[in-house]
Every structure is written in structure tokens, then in C-alpha cells.
């Protein structure tokens, strides 16, 4: 039985927010399936080509699992920095929320508040009003070098935090290698192709006369 449902925010066609060229939605993409190949069978991974937010998954989620729904933040200034926890307006902290929000600020400092309440979010609404334990992390600033790097090269780290906060003991998984990418061919000028298809012609044209073929100097003048 899973012990952590993830939910990976943005896709389905929204990057989300976009800097150091990065998308937030492959980000979190990326760190939802660490969490999932560190944790194998005791994490259950959320359809990741689809919008959560957008077509409202949540409304029809079945789970009995805590839900963490992955982003990352951004704001334009590029100072910001630090991760944080969202929960539901109204409700208290969980051992899982400040688990998370004591040791994701600890990895990424920089926020004023580690654990924020918030109203305006649909997810956290939606989870609110099914029942679901759910909370929303934001893993950083998207658009803050520091925590940008931190995020990219320290992966498996992020990955096992979620782990340690949820009571499942991380396996270890090889990081997968990327698949290297064909060398590219490059297209031969236009002009080439021209010329070699005059000369085709001109080859096929005097084996049909059975005649030598001739190459004619161009008229060159003196000036």
C-alpha cells in the first residue's frame, strides 16, 4: 500500500514558470520520479501528462495516501529564494507538514515563512473539500540561480527528503542516463544540390547518345 500519493504540477502543455532554461513542469517532473524510483512500491506516482489543476483531478482522486503536490516558485526578483508549504486555510499542520517544511527550509533557505496558509489555491480546496491529506511545496525559486542549481544537482537529495518525511526508506535506484541524442546532419548547400543535378542530367544525357561527355570551359574575356 502507498504511502505517498505525488502530484507533479503544471504540463499537459503549461511549462509553468520558465527561467535558466528550465520549465517548471519537467522540474518537477523529474523530482516527482526520483521520489517514485527511490520509493518504488510505497509511492504512487500521478499520471504526469496531465494538468491536476487544470482538469481538476483532485475531484476524482481515490486515495487514502498523504498528497504532495510538486512546484516550484518564481517572482521575477531574482533575491527570492527558498522553499515552502502550502496548506488549506484554517487547517493546523500535520507531523508530515512540518516534517516537510522543517527540512525543505533547511535545504533551501530564504523564506520569511516555511509553512503558509492559503485560501486561493484550487487544490488545496478541492482536497479540502474531498477529505484528501494534502499539501502544495513549492521546491524553490525557478528564477534564482542558487536555488535552481541546488535543485538540478542535488536531485536525489530533494528526492529523499519526501521519503524521510513520509516514514519510507529509499532504495537506490541508478539515476537514469540520458539517452545521447543522434549527431545532427547538416544539409548541403542548395546551390550543391543544383549543380550535382545539372551534372546527373548531363552524365545520363550523353550515356543515352553514347557520346563522351564534354565539360565547356565558360567564356572567359579578358576584361
Known sequence: MAKLFIICGHG????????GGCTEAERVRALGQRIKELGGSEVELGDTSRNWYADGGLNRLSTDAPVVELHMDAS??????????I????????????????????????RSEKLVRR???????RAAARGINYRLCENGFID????????????DELAR?????????????????????P????????????????????????CRREQPLLFVKPDV???
Not at 519526501?162 to 540520458?178: D, K, M, N, R
Open 12 to 19: 499537459a502543455g503549461d511549462p509553468g514558470c520558465c527561467a
Open 76 to 85: 521575477g526578483i531574482a533575491t527570492a529564494h527558498g522553499a515552502h508549504v
Open 87 to 110: 496548506i488549506k486555510e484554517g487547517f493546523e499542520p500535520d507531523e508530515y507538514d512540518n516534517a516537510l517544511a522543517d527540512k525543505l527550509a533547511a535545504f533551501m533557505p530564504g
Open 119 to 125: 485560501s486561493d489555491l484550487a487544490n488545496p480546496n
Open 144 to 155: 534564482n540561480d542558487g536555488d535552481r542549481e541546488k535543485f538540478n544537482g542535488n536531485l
Open 161 to 181: 527528503i519526501y521519503l524521510e518525511c513520509f516514514g519510507i526508506t529509499a532504495g537506490s535506484a541508478p539515476a537514469a542516463v540520458p539517452q545521447p541524442q
Open 183 to 206: 549527431a545532427q546532419q547538416h544539409d548541403l548547400p542548395q546551390c550543391l544540390y543544383i549543380v550535382l543535378g545539372v551534372i546527373a542530367v548531363a552524365v545520363l544525357a550523353a
Open 221 to 223: 574575356r579578358p576584361g
